[in-house]
């Protein structure tokens, strides 16, 4: 069993990946890390809004049309929509400065990539974390060579030495907006100002852009967003919101049904 772990500064954080295989030797797990580098620097490259040659800065400035892009932007862009929709507007990347800004849903549509790229080069277990963004692939293979869900801990956004809630997940993403890492920065698209809906807000479901996005959304809506787990579009998405005022918690979707089963 081969167990390594990577860090790449890409994005303005870290990305950090966990590896683990029974079949494939270290050397060939760095070989397909050489694959996530060239895949992270490259969707940089694209999908920064802090480039001005980047392609999402083109298309900010009117110098490219959509229709004109990449399958990769295409599909961010058409995923931002459908976050949109299923949002009610709360995630809304169209209505920011400047136009067109993916960030909010293509960190997590990146690390489900990565993901992808290790499990096709033979990688069994992987966790991918982008600054919260979190993609899962295969469970976790403790050293004992038992498979467990990977723990996915949720940290009090007034304490980081504090772990509020712990999630198990085998395959799937996680994703958790807040002021954790880079402060107060969402904006709420129907007022134009810092969003004030909730303090931290965590959803887990099959997609990570979209987890990303409905986490992003949250933020701005607080206890209103719950309402959206009831489209089937998102019958496989839960979200586990803190309040901004009370700092009270509110959980829906199939992880808490999961819970009062067991109870």
Not at 111 to 128: C, E, P, S, T, Y
Not at 220 to 248: K, T
Request: aromatic letters at 10%; proline letters at 3%.
């Amino acid at each position: 069993m081969v167990r390594e772990q990577y860090e790449i500064e890409v994005w303005g954080t870290v990305l950090y990946i966990a590896a683990i295989s029974t079949s494939l030797d270290k050397a060939a797990i760095d070989t397909a890390i050489e694959d996530v580098k060239k895949f992270v620097f490259e969707v940089d490259e694209v999908f920064s809004t802090y480039k001005e040659q980047s392609v999402i800065s083109k298309l900010r400035r009117g110098e490219i049309e959509i229709g004109g892009c990449s399958d990769d932007v295409i599909e961010v862009w058409n995923g931002c929509n459908e976050a949109l929709q299923l949002s009610g507007g709360a995630f809304d990347p169209w209505a920011v400065a400047g136009g067109f800004d993916p960030s909010g849903y293509v960190k997590g549509w990146a690390a489900d990539r990565v993901a992808d790229i290790l499990v096709n080069a033979g990688v069994q277990h992987v966790q991918v974390n982008a600054a919260g963004d979190l993609t899962l692939r295969g469970g976790y293979l403790n050293k004992e060579g038992v498979l467990e869900p990977w723990k996915i801990g949720v940290v009090n956004p007034d304490n980081r030495q504090e772990v509020l809630r712990v999630f198990e997940i085998f395959d799937g993403a996680i994703a958790t907006s807040g002021t954790y890492e880079r402060g107060a920065h969402i904006i709420d698209p129907f007022s134009g100002v810092i969003a004030i809906g909730a303090k931290s807000a965590t959803v887990i479901g099959p997609d990570g852009g979209l987890t990303d996005a409905l986490a992003t959304a949250l933020m701005v809506s607080g206890d209103d967003g719950a309402q959206w787990f009831g489209q089937e579009e998102l019958s496989e998405y839960s979200a586990w919101c803190i309040d901004r005022n009370d700092g009270g918690a509110w959980g829906v979707g199939p992880v808490f049904a999961d819970e009062i089963a067991r109870q």
